[in-house]
């Protein structure tokens, strides 16, 4: 049982550059979201969905996008990366709502992102 | 608006003694509180909830109202509890499920 997985788990872009980070988890969980964790500012939900075909904005969301084709499948993309997007970035899944789990998140290992 | 505050970047503490982590939260509805746990090269992971009302791996947490606190406290410090800790609070609403508001994070260091 691989829990959540993200690819890739380092990337160095250029200024401008886009990219995909993807997340995958065979838990059938409903709830899927992608945090960055900086130093000093914890973890900030950047995008959020509650379902299949479902999106919604976090609290830092500007600079991204992000697609739920698949219930399994959240990605994170970025269409021009700039220097203030290094991060590490975290997705993370729950049950869904009307179930007292569905505030207890299992997350994926990371992906750490440079933008020179 | 929700606010989480764990006011020490930073814990040094001997082993076998006693640890707290403070977390103070701002919030004005009804909260449910969390710390996570990060160990070096290990993904974040819950160590526990106040609903649970458990202790985990000795440690434990208190929600307290009327302070607006959750700390975080264990008696006697191991060298493994060594880690980043995190304070989380997220609502019972239904539209702020899993949307959870984290704390800048502890780094707990236990010297032997």
């Known amino acids: ?116 | 608006a929700q606010r989480v505050t764990q006011p020490e970047k930073l814990l040094s503490v001997f082993k076998g003694a006693p640890v707290e982590l403070k977390c103070n939260y701002s919030y004005s509805g009804s909260p449910e509180l969390f710390w996570y746990v990060q160990y070096s090269r290990q993904r974040l992971q819950l160590l526990l909830r106040h609903i649970s009302r458990e202790s985990i791996k000795g440690f434990t947490a208190d929600l307290n109202k009327g302070e607006t606190s959750f700390h975080l406290k264990k008696p006697f410090a191991q060298e493994e509890d060594s880690a980043m800790y995190y304070c989380a609070l997220s609502s019972w609403t239904t539209d702020s499920w899993g949307k959870l508001q984290f704390g800048a994070g502890t780094q707990v260091v236990v010297t032997p």
């Not at chain 1, 049982?1 to 886009?18: C, D, E, H, I, Y």
């Not at chain 1, 609290?59 to 997007?85: I, W």
Request: charged share 15%; net charge positive; hydrophobic share 35%.
């Open chain 1, 1 to 116: 049982n691989a829990g959540v997985t993200q690819t890739p788990k380092f990337r160095v872009l250029k200024t401008g550059q886009s990219m995909t980070l993807l997340c995958a988890q065979d838990m059938n969980h409903e709830y899927m979201y992608w945090y960055r964790q900086d130093p000093g500012m914890g973890l900030r939900l950047i995008h959020y969905s509650v379902g299949e075909g479902t999106t919604a904005k976090g609290e830092v969301p500007d600079g991204y996008n992000v697609s739920r084709l698949k219930k399994q499948n959240f990605l994170l993309g970025l269409e021009s990366a700039a220097p203030s997007q290094t991060s590490v970035y975290f997705c993370a899944s729950s049950p869904g709502g009307g179930n007292s789990g569905a505030n207890v998140l299992t997350f994926g290992a990371g992906s750490r992102l440079t933008v020179l």
